[in-house]
């Protein structure tokens, strides 16, 4: 990748880091309705990728330095996108917040990365 478009690429992972978490939150209401769940249990899918990501992140970054952060970032970017999508289809509500805490782990792994 050209040394000019590097560091636009990784502002951008930090922001899509910080929005993927709470993009959904004026949606949860909606979100509980097709799942007939309350609000306050749709409110998981925020909590869940919020803890996994804050339990995640200094373990991720604690062992990020004995991997090549090239390949480290390229893996949960993956991930990310791929936990995106499959929380778009997912049938029920635990589903959908199992696979947050999935995502949350794998946003937690993008930060040291990108800063690695």
Same mark, same amino acid.
């Given at each position: 990748? !050209? !040394?000019?478009? *590097? ?27 097709? *799942? ?6 749709? !409110? ?22 004995? =991997? ?18 499959? +929380?778009? *289809?997912?049938?029920?509500?635990? =589903?959908?917040?199992?696979?947050? +805490?999935?995502?949350? +782990? ?8 990108? *800063?690695?």
């Amino acid at each position: 990748m !050209s !040394s000019r478009l *590097f560091l636009p690429v990784l502002a951008l992972v930090v922001f899509f880091v910080g929005a993927t978490e709470f993009m959904i939150a004026p949606m949860l209401t909606p979100i509980g309705t097709a *799942f007939g769940a309350s609000p306050a249990a749709a !409110s998981w899918l925020i909590s869940g990728y919020a803890l996994s990501y804050a339990l995640g992140a200094p373990l991720i970054g604690l062992i990020a330095h004995r =991997i090549d952060w090239r390949m480290l970032l390229a893996v949960a970017l993956a991930l990310l996108a791929a936990d995106g999508l499959a +929380v778009a *289809f997912a049938p029920t509500l635990g =589903i959908a917040i199992a696979l947050r +805490v999935l995502g949350g +782990v794998a946003a937690a792994a993008l930060i040291p990365a990108v *800063f690695a």
